[in-house]
């Protein structure tokens, strides 16, 4: 069963630092992995998409990088910003062969609170 | 643009009591549709997921049930709520690769 671990499950920097969150999964064998943002009482947004094919994405000062073999993604924030203060959840589709049908496990998820 | 919309925003409901909660995709045709729950300290559970009108799979047993009466249209339901059916209800949808999620319904269950 695919089990996906994030770390650290809180973090809290000042403003302006650059910073990574981890995520692993304990199943290499993925269609894609997914970053989201969650505010607080809020729905999840899409933050990027790294298909299994793919080594990184890249959105502004977002970068999200993918290696498979190891089971392991990060999120790399540039330059943070007080409007980075949110939860940063990672999912990945498994593929357990066959269609998934878009099916995601989730990660806990890590708490990002950035200071002015 | 695509949209999607989940209500009721927030509900309180008592123990015993039956459950609706709807959501709708505006903007897309024949997505695949989930619904997940956020408890507290246990991350999000994939519950239901449907790929079609009237094709529901079940991913968890509970006591909840989820239909698709429309292309775009998923429905969460319960007859009888339990406290530990409490939890934030969130509805996706995807046609891809990306999914896309609700706003989300806070429910309370007294």
């Known amino acids: 069963k695919q089990e996906v671990t994030q770390i650290p499950a809180a973090l809290s920097v000042p403003e302006g630092e650059n910073l990574v969150l981890n995520c692993s999964f304990t199943?290499?064998?993925?269609?894609?992995l997914q970053w989201f943002r969650q505010d607080p009482g809020k729905g999840l947004t899409s933050l990027l998409l790294?298909?299994?094919?793919?080594r990184e994405q890249t959105s502004g000062r977002l970068n999200a990088s993918l290696d498979k073999s190891s089971g392991r993604s990060t999120l790399y924030i540039a330059a943070s910003q007080p409007g980075d203060s949110a939860t940063y959840l990672c999912?990945?589709?498994?593929?357990?062969?066959?269609?998934?049908?878009?099916?995601?496990?989730f990660g806990q998820g890590t708490i990002l609170t950035v200071h002015p | 643009s695509q949209t999607i919309h989940q209500w009721p925003a927030t509900l309180v409901q008592p123990v015993g009591s039956p459950l609706s909660l709807e959501c709708t995709v505006e903007?897309?045709?024949?997505?695949?549709l989930y619904w997940y729950r956020q408890a507290a300290g246990r991350g999000l559970q994939l519950l239901f997921y449907?790929?079609?009108?009237?094709?529901i799979s079940s991913e968890v047993p509970q006591n909840l049930s989820a239909s698709r009466p429309q292309d775009r249209q998923f429905i969460l339901s319960s007859k009888k709520l339990l406290l530990s059916d409490s939890g934030f209800y969130l509805c996706?949808?995807?046609?891809?690769?990306?999914?896309?999620f609700g706003p989300g319904t806070r429910l309370t269950v007294t």
């Open positions: 903007g897309t045709s024949n997505p695949n």
């Open positions: 449907s790929v079609g009108i009237g094709q």
């Open positions: 790294i298909q299994s094919s793919q």
């Open positions: 999912a990945v589709e498994p593929n357990a062969g066959g269609t998934s049908y878009g099916k995601l496990t």
């Open positions: 996706a949808w995807n046609r891809g690769y990306e999914q896309y």
């Open positions: 199943d290499s064998a993925i269609y894609n």
